[in-house]
C-alpha cells in the first residue's frame, strides 16, 4: 500500500522560512511525478508546485514561484518544498500528492495518490 506522509509544518512569522518535506513509502512501480497542493482556510484546494522523477523540471503557481521551491531527494521518493518569504496568505494545510500520469501537473485531478496534509500558519 502506497503512503505518502508530509512532514515540516508549523507556525512562522512573516517572511520566515519553512521547508516540508514528503516521503513516499510502498512501492509505486515506475518514475512518477510529485506535488504540492495547498488548502487555506475557507478556500478550495489550490497547487502551488510540482516537479518530474528525474527532477529536472518543475513548476510554481504564481503565487509561490521566486518564493518556493521544489525539490527531490536523490532517492526519488522524497520531495521537498522549501518555503522562503511566507507570507499570511501563505497558510493552509499542505498536501503532497504523487501520479504515474503525464499531465497536468497543476491539476489535482492528474494525482493518484495523496499524503494527510500538514499544517502550515504564518503570523504577520
Known amino acids: 500500500q502506497v503512503q505518502l506522509v508530509e512532514s515540516g509544518g508549523g507556525l512562522v512569522q512573516a517572511g520566515g522560512s519553512l521547508r516540508l518535506s514528503c516521503a513516499v513509502s510502498?512501492?509505486?512501480?515506475?518514475?512518477?511525478?510529485m506535488g504540492w497542493f495547498r488548502q487555506p482556510p475557507g478556500k478550495e484546494r489550490e497547487f502551488a508546485a510540482a516537479?518530474?522523477?528525474?527532477?529536472?523540471?518543475?513548476w510554481y503557481a504564481d503565487s509561490v514561484k521566486g518564493r518556493f521551491t521544489i525539490s527531490r531527494g536523490n532517492a526519488k521518493n522524497t520531495v521537498y518544498l522549501q518555503m522562503n518569504s511566507l507570507k499570511p496568505e501563505d497558510t493552509a494545510v499542505y498536501y503532497c500528492?504523487?501520479?504515474?500520469?503525464?499531465?497536468?501537473?497543476?491539476?489535482?485531478?492528474?494525482?493518484?495518490?495523496w499524503g494527510q496534509g500538514t499544517q502550515v500558519t504564518v503570523s504577520s
Open positions: 516537479v518530474t522523477w528525474s527532477g529536472a523540471n518543475t
Open positions: 510502498g512501492s509505486i512501480l515506475g518514475s512518477y511525478s
Open positions: 500528492a504523487a501520479t504515474q500520469r503525464a499531465s497536468p501537473l497543476y491539476s489535482g485531478t492528474t494525482y493518484d495518490y
